[in-house]
Each structure stands twice: as structure tokens, then as C-alpha cells.
């Protein structure tokens, strides 16, 4: 079991580490406040619950084996990343040139961030594959129900640590480079990110 954990660990942690849309997300969360990010990533586990509890009923196999509602679910994820990124490039963190910004100087509500992580992660059906392709490599017949809670907890706390490793780091970015230019400069381009990412989701 131990063999199996590390194995798992070290899986997760590098596919968590990679830059996504969910890391872009948190990245964009921290430009409001540490606690934004910290919100963000709550509602990042709430859509990895939500998956890894399909995986456990196999409605997640239903899902997956309906290529309409697959697909449907693929394109409307896609439409939702492609709007969140707009939105972020089109008013960054709201700080500079607030004469011209409806939304500068407005604190981002930490209901907001958590419910934008939800819909981020949900966002990506190719999650549920993920989440199918992986747990079985390490569930056991006779524990199932066991090891899908056990693997599916360490799944989500590489999750948290990894989110909120970046969440710092944006936070001391932004910190440092203040209410300036850069600072939207850098959250559009984030912004932009999960645009492409959106894409991606939609080419299957």
C-alpha cells in the first residue's frame, strides 16, 4: 500500500504542479487577497468531490459512455472558461485607470472566487477521464470503497497544498508590484490562458 501511495503522490503532484487552468484561476485569485485564492481553491475541491464521487456511483462511466451529453457538457465547459478569461482581460484587477473602470476598487467577494473555482473545474469534463483512467490503477476490487476515499483524500490534498503554494506566490508578486499596470498586465495574460485553455477543452 505504501508502493501504491508514493506511486499516486507522485502522479498527482506533478499533474497539480503543471500550469492549467485552475492554476491560471488561483494565480488571477491572489491578485484580490490571499483569502480569495484560498476561496478559489475550496471550490476547486468541491468540483474534485463531485468527480471522484461520479467515479465512485459509475455514473461517471454513464457520463463518458454518452457521447451527446459528453460533448455537450465539453462545449458548454469551454463557453464558460472562454467567458471567464474574457472577463478577466477585459477588467483585470481593477485598479489602474479607474476613471475608465466601473469595477476598479471593488473587493472580489470570497462567495464569487469560491463559486468560479467550482464552475473552473467543473468546467473541464476530461477531469471525470482522468479521474477514471487513474483510481483504478490503484483501487483494489475488495476495497474499493475504501481506497477510492483514501486515494481520492490524497488527491485532494496535493490539490490544496499545490493551490495554495501558488496563491502565495501570486499573492507576494502582486504585493510587490502593487496597483500598477503590470499588475493587470499580468492578470489579463492570465486571463488570456484560460482562454486557450477553454479551447483546448472544446478540441477534446
Known amino acids: 500500500m505504501l508502493e501504491s501511495t508514493l506511486q499516486f503522490l507522485a502522479i498527482t503532484l506533478f499533474l497539480e504542479v503543471t500550469p492549467g487552468p485552475a492554476v491560471l484561476f488561483i494565480l488571477y485569485q491572489s491578485a484580490f487577497s490571499f483569502k480569495n485564492a484560498i476561496a478559489g481553491t475550496l471550490g476547486l475541491l468541491t468540483s474534485n468531490v463531485i468527480w471522484i464521487s461520479l467515479v465512485a456511483t459509475g455514473l461517471g462511466l454513464v457520463l463518458t459512455q454518452t457521447p451527446a451529453v459528453f460533448n455537450a457538457l465539453r462545449y458548454v465547459g469551454a463557453l464558460y472558461l472562454i467567458y471567464l478569461g474574457y472577463k478577466i482581460i477585459r477588467f483585470g484587477i481593477g485598479q489602474p485607470h479607474a ?98 485553455a477553454a479551447f483546448a477543452v472544446a478540441r477534446g
Open 99 to 196: 476613471d475608465k473602470n466601473v469595477h476598479a476598487g471593488e473587493p472580489k467577494s470570497l462567495w464569487s472566487s469560491y463559486r468560479q473555482g467550482m464552475f473552473t473545474s467543473l468546467s473541464n469534463p476530461k477531469a471525470l477521464l482522468f479521474f477514471m483512467a487513474l483510481f483504478p490503477q490503484f483501487t483494489r476490487p475488495e476495497f474499493f470503497a475504501h481506497d477510492i476515499v483514501y486515494f481520492g483524500v490524497l488527491k485532494m490534498a496535493c490539490l490544496a497544498v499545490v493551490m495554495i503554494l501558488y496563491g502565495l506566490m501570486g499573492r507576494r508578486l502582486f504585493n510587490y508590484m502593487g496597483a500598477s499596470t503590470w499588475a493587470n498586465t499580468i492578470s489579463r495574460t492570465l486571463g488570456a490562458g484560460i482562454v486557450v
